[in-house]
């Protein structure tokens, strides 16, 4: 794993030596490699959309795991805030979408292109791996990348809500090619006019040229 070779060879080499580099790894030889290009347009003050576009650069087809993530940042744990705000799955929308529901703030939805798998965690610090210490919720900040890396399905919340979320996206991208998703964060909720069709690609031009 690059990651790994980047440690043991930075350990190993002297002072006097160059940083090993993630290049000098080999991972990107050939180009095999992924662009991904995150563009944004306001169509209102409370309304986002969001442009991915991830562009496999390589000479074969490769596979791609794409994670838009939302999160609320934890003020909670710290004493500032013990008023903690919430994310959940709404299945009222027609695709998969996020709902948070902030104290302050109010209500707003993510909605996310296609049927992604929708993960689900708590935006708190693992404290177990860290320091041995005991946590109050198994699903922690880095269950998502458990989830994905590891293939630990018990990592993310089952039930579907957390203060920390992921739309899973998985696709076999070919050489050259372009895997792009649209996502919105809206005030709007569902059946209020703020889903992916329509006039999104119009208006996301239209607002990001003005």
Known sequence: FPYARLVEENRRRGKQDL????????????????????????????????????????????????????????????????????????????????????????????????????????????????????IESPYVKDGINDYVIHNTKDAVNPANSGTKASAHYVQMVAPGATFTVRLRLSDAAPGNGAALDGGFDKTFLQRKTE
């Not at 347009?41 to 969001?50: E, V």
């Not at 000479?59 to 744990?77: C, K």
């Not at 805030?81 to 529901?101: F, G, Q, V, Y």
């Open 19 to 134: 940083e090993y580099e993630l290049i000098d790894t080999g991972v990107f030889d050939d180009d095999r490699y992924f662009d991904v290009f995150i563009e944004y347009a306001k169509a209102g003050t409370d309304d986002i959309l969001i442009k991915i576009d991830a562009i496999n650069r390589g000479p074969e087809p490769a596979p791609l795991h794409l994670l838009p993530t939302v999160w609320f940042r934890n003020t909670w744990s710290w004493g500032l805030d013990e008023r903690r705000p919430r994310m959940r799955r709404d299945d009222a929308a027609e695709i998969a979408t996020i709902k948070l529901s902030h104290y302050y703030y109010g209500d707003r939805w993510l909605y996310c292109e296609g049927a992604p798998k929708l993960l689900f965690s708590e935006n708190e610090t693992n404290d177990r791996r860290l320091y041995g210490a005991e």
